[in-house]
């Protein structure tokens, strides 16, 4: 009989940890989700935005806001100062819809207005996308573009002819446009610039 007593407050410890550890990793991610949805918010109060994308104007160098630290700790994607390079950054289609990896969406423009530019496609936790290819992003120079000098690019899952990032199995998408020495008065005034449509043409 005694040794059954001394069985049962066992237990009951064992079950307080694994109810303590459950809850903390429940609040770890609740933290987690908190804190991205805080920086978000703030960039998108403090941005200055074309069409769907967005640029925080205090990206890069010692002047940064707090926040803005933050996402480049977080996200690794605004590291050099605006003065050498301007981030655009789109989360949304030209309606406001949010990026899908179910969708497939058409980039159309011309060239951005920068010495050299960049579009990169990342997942929604801002890490590159996995996929056979190992296709990631274009640039000024390898991108294919019409007769007249514009160019469209695809983003889907499936493969699609001319300029085509794969976005896999990702759900959420996010999309990074990196303007090296912007021209003219992009580099003081960034809402003057150029950027591609984001045009949404069907979703599974």
Known sequence: MPATGHGRPRGRGMRRIIVGFVLLVLGAALGLGSAWAGLNISLDRTATRVGAWQTPLDAGGTDRGLYTRAVVALG?????????????IARADDQGEPLRGNCTYELSGRDLPARWWSVTLYAGDHFLIANPEQRWSFNDANLAREADGSFRLTIARDQAPGNWLPS?????????????NPQ???????ATAVLPTITRKACS
């Open 76 to 88: 690794a994607l605004l590291a050099l100062s605006r003065s050498e390079t301007i981030y655009f």
């Open 168 to 180: 896999g199995t990702a759900d959420r998408l996010v999309l990074l446009a990196r303007l090296y």
């Open 184 to 190: 003219g008065t992009v580099a003081t005034d960034p």
